[in-house]
């Protein structure tokens, strides 16, 4: 109460409401556009994990493992070039952007986004596209996400840099079979030629 309330309010207050006390509270709770986005069943609960630690910023970075002094190099292991954040990997680095550019143009995904809240705000705001078609794209992100993740710890912990269309190839053929196993029988038969459209699609890299 006393985050939300200064104790002259508390004074004018002349009974107790649960609901003005409910909606004062939850009118100054930041909106979570991407949540709906982040837990849905299409995606593989790992990539659903790692997704949601790095919207919130909470994957363990290279930037965060100095401060903790785990290491004194802070270098972003996949391009070489910048100080490895989150606002750096997801997706500002070099190497995951050209990872991205394969996985868009296999999906015909034209956004421009460079932050992955934006991503995910775009897929939960207004389109044309149907319900089932952004779940999809939205796994298709998440993995995006876990994969650059993995080949992350891959170069972080083993000094091993996996070549970007083998990484590509990874999220597509296991967004691909994931989705195969648990899309919803009950879906529209435009759904399901979209769905049977994109996965006949094959990016050359």
Not at 32 to 50: E, F, G, T
Not at 90 to 118: A, H, I, N, P, T
């Amino acid at each position: 109460m006393k985050h939300h309330y200064t104790e002259e309010e508390m004074k004018r207050m002349m009974t107790f409401k649960t609901k003005v006390v409910y909606d004062k509270i939850t009118e100054e709770e930041e909106r979570v556009y991407w949540a709906k986005m982040i837990w849905n069943r299409l995606a593989m609960p790992k990539h659903r994990v790692i997704c949601w630690l790095a919207i919130q910023g909470r994957l363990k970075t290279t930037d965060r493992l100095c401060q903790m002094g785990v290491t004194t190099d802070a270098q972003c292991n996949l391009c070489c070039e910048h100080t490895e954040s989150h606002q750096h990997l997801f997706f500002q680095c070099s190497y995951v952007k050209r990872v991205l550019k394969y996985v868009f143009e296999w999906l015909g995904f034209k956004s421009r986004q460079d932050q992955l809240m934006s991503i995910m705000m775009m897929l939960n705001g207004r389109s044309r596209k149907s319900r089932v078609q952004k779940q999809i794209h939205a796994a298709i992100i998440k993995a995006c996400v876990y994969y650059v993740w993995w080949a992350r710890n891959e170069a972080q912990w083993n000094m091993v840099l996996w070549r970007l269309e083998k990484v590509y190839r990874i999220i597509r053929e296991c967004t691909v079979m994931r989705i195969n196993s648990v899309l919803p029988r009950k879906i529209s038969s435009k759904d399901i030629a979209w769905w049977e459209n994109v996965k006949s699609k094959v990016y050359s890299v």
